[in-house]
């Protein structure tokens, strides 16, 4: 009996055997086939075994079409056979998984030799032989002939074997259905990109922009699944193409988590799950460590306990703001559930609960893009969700206007009558003002008058004396030529001329005629000085005033200077020397009388300000005229006692002086400022404490000055 047992068991295990090792056989006008139930599947748990090696173990049949070999850090061995009956010698070997790390292809050859083909995302995509994401074995088969083969398999993330036989064209005609199925989904993707963010670029809610950035990396993280991106954004990176399938998960989760809050507005209404959010995003940020370490299990399985916890965290929250009556999280709800749903086939498909067919393969990528389109929808509904809102309040303000409105009407009449009694009284106010400001203005222009008038008297003065002093004394010698004349008129008259001429002889000695010609000559050389000085003090007078002129002619500056320093020499002290300096300066249009009110104001108080410094050395004032820019410059510089920073500040203030009080008004230096500003100039002034001051005048050469 138990030897009968025996013999069945070898049979049973014989027979199977004999049936996981058949081959698949490819016959004329065979479709695209899987060929996963001719597979034989060992894994070695060691990473040593090679080829010769693994030919002495034993397989195990897995019985599925497509075999999962779930998440393991250990080296797969596939073996499997093909007989071509067909007419065809030329045929694909294609496994349908593109982020497997390491896959090579051992072809047994009839003299026992092996012809080996490795791929993966170890090596550049450029080594591949055909040109597509897939990993696409080129078999040379002839009629009526056997192979056998074996596939070593290294991945760092969840690995399956979905592997088909057939032509050429077959193999194309699926590849370029399942890429045209791809280029829709990532239309849709960029579609909703791009239409959020204008919204965002409309509404600037960053709520739009973080979501585009989410949509982005859902579209990338189904690239990188797909193989994708390491065909066409790093085809010679295959650092990026082994973390790719970890790192833009990773940043797809953490945008995801990020939108959330920002759309579910968490912060504001649901603070607990706010946190629960901000834990899930620290787990995700943790998931970096693994994957920069290279260890690739870890952080796959680390990514993928993440992304369920996140998965039931996020459907929580939702449903919690949602019962709140939070109408935007019903959109949410009813996006992210689809997309669970379409995570959960995923799911159930990697854990060979359901099978591997059309819809399974593509329930990611359906699921994702429905989940674009109702979140757009959602976002849309929010930016009508504000206008309702803005509308209520709209209409709120309105109410709020129209009572306020009542109020500020009874609040204005009062205040109109509160207005008019005080406009009255300002007015008298302004009209006291004014008045002051005349007199105050009219009091400078005598004090200026005044000291004006007292160098000219004591200018004048000086040459008038000298005049009259000589009068007298021409009077008198005058008065002794006449004699002498009327004595000569004698003559004729005269019998006794001899005596006579004696007589006049004596008086000449008498009176010394030579010394009167020469007295005259020096008199009348006096009294033509005195009347020159007179004429040039007039005439500086006139220069100054220019009160023959009223309009704005061209005027040379220099002149203006030089009849200001003859009406203001009085003024200089003894111990100042003035110091010009004049440069190349044509003639400026300008009011030439105001222009030298300038030039007084500010040389006076340069004067008066070396009054006050140290009288026992000798001072300057030194004057300097250029062009400079198309603009005349004028400065004038002392070596007087200076200013601080705090005066100068306000020296050009109405009213404002350093001098004693009574002795200045504190207009000089404001008038300055308004003549200038009204020739469109400028002024400027350097100075410092015991270094002096310097008053920089910048005057355009033709103006179009303003209206007094």
């Known amino acids: 009996m138990f030897r009968f047992i025996a013999l069945l068991l070898l049979a049973i295990c014989g027979y199977q055997q004999l049936e996981a090792a058949a081959p698949f056989v490819y016959r004329n006008n065979m479709p695209l086939t899987r060929i996963g139930k001719f597979l034989e599947i060992y894994t070695d748990k060691t990473n040593k075994l090679d080829i010769n090696a693994i030919k002495q173990q034993q397989f195990s049949f897995p019985d599925e079409n497509v075999p999962n070999l779930q998440i393991t850090p250990y080296t797969h061995w596939v073996r499997f056979a093909i007989t071509n009956q067909s007419d065809v010698k030329d045929l694909l070997l294609e496994v349908e ?25 170890f090596t550049s995509y450029n080594n591949r032989p055909v040109d597509h994401q897939n990993y696409i074995f080129p078999i040379r088969l002839l009629p009526d002939s056997t192979r056998q083969y074996y596939l070593r398999v290294v991945a760092g993330e969840q690995l399956q074997l979905p592997i088909y036989v057939g032509t050429r064209d077959q193999v194309s005609a699926k590849n370029n259905y399942r890429d045209l199925i791809f280029g829709l989904y990532i239309g849709v993707i960029l579609a909703m990109s791009f239409y ?127 019962l709140k009556g939070y109408s935007s999280a019903r959109f949410f709800l009813l996006a992210w559930s689809i997309f669970l749903l379409s995570v959960l086939v995923f799911v159930l498909r990697n854990a ?16 994702s893009g429905m989940e674009a ?43 109109t009558e509160e207005l008019q009694t005080s406009n009255g009284e300002l007015n008298v106010a302004l009209k006291n003002l004014k008045e002051a400001q005349t007199q105050l203005v009219e009091r400078e222009k005598m004090a200026s008058l005044g000291q004006l008038t007292a160098g000219i008297a004591h200018e004048i003065n000086n040459p008038i004396n000298f005049v009259t002093s000589n009068i007298k004394p021409l009077k008198l010698d005058i008065q002794d030529i006449k004699t002498l004349l009327d004595k000569y008129d004698a003559l004729p008259n005269n019998p006794d001329i001899p005596g006579a001429l004696k007589e006049i002889a004596a008086f000449k000695q ?47 500056l220099h002149e203006g200077i ?59 004032v030194t004057i300097t005229t250029r062009e400079e820019n198309g603009l005349a410059l004028i400065s004038i510089k002392d070596t007087g006692p200076g200013m601080t920073e705090k005066v100068k500040e306000k020296i050009f203030d109405p009213f404002f002086t350093t001098k004693d009080v009574g002795e200045g008004t504190g207009l000089g230096l404001s008038i300055v400022f308004s003549i200038i500003e009204k020739h469109n100039g400028r002024i400027e002034v350097i100075t410092a404490p015991d270094e002096g001051a310097e008053f920089i005048i910048y005057l355009p050469m033709s103006v179009t000055v303003l209206a007094s």
């Open 97 to 121: 998984y593109p982020t497997i790390d390491d896959i090579t292809l051992f072809e047994v050859l009839p003299d026992g030799r092996f012809k080996v083909t490795r791929l993966g995302e």
């Open 196 to 322: 959020n963010l204008f919204l965002y670029m409309s509404t600037k809610d960053n709520s739009y922009l973080t979501y585009v950035s989410y949509n982005v990396f859902v579209g990338l993280t189904q690239a990188t699944l797909q193989g994708y991106t390491f065909r066409f954004l790093y085809p010679d990176s295959p650092w990026m193409a082994q973390h790719a399938p970890v790192l833009v998960p990773i940043l797809n989760g953490l945008t995801a988590l990020v939108f959330i809050q920002q759309f579910l507005l968490t912060k504001q209404y649901f603070k607990s799950g706010h946190r629960l959010i901000n834990i899930l995003i620290y787990l995700y940020l943790g998931c970096f460590i693994p994957a920069f370490l290279n260890m690739y299990i870890i952080a796959q399985i680390w990514v993928q306990i993440v992304v369920g916890l996140a998965a039931v965290a996020v459907f929580y929250v939702a449903m919690r703001m949602s």
């Open 352 to 367: 060979n609960v359901l099978p591997y067919n059309e819809f399974t393969y593509y329930a990611l990528q359906i699921g």
């Open 373 to 415: 389109l109702l979140l757009s929808f959602a976002l849309a509904y929010k930016i009508n969700l504000f206008k309702a809102e803005a509308l209520q309040a709209s209409q709120e303000n309105e109410r709020l206007v129209r009572e306020q409105n009542i109020i500020l009407e009874e609040k204005v009449t009062q205040r």
């Open 510 to 556: 008498e009176i010394d005629i030579d010394y009167i010609h020469e007295e005259i000559s020096s008199l009348i050389k006096g009294i033509e000085d005195g009347a020159s000085r007179t004429s040039e003090i007039v005439r500086g007078l006139r220069t100054f005033s220019r009160l023959d002129e009223s309009e704005v002619k061209s005027v040379d």
């Open 562 to 620: 030089d009849s200001t320093l003859v009406l203001l020499k009085n003024s200089i002290p003894p111990n100042v020397r003035v110091v010009k300096t004049y440069g190349s300066l044509p003639k400026i249009e300008c009011y030439a009388g105001k222009i030298n009110q300038v030039f007084m104001n500010i040389l006076t108080n340069a004067f008066n300000a070396i009054k006050t410094n140290n009288k026992d050395r000798e001072e300057t």
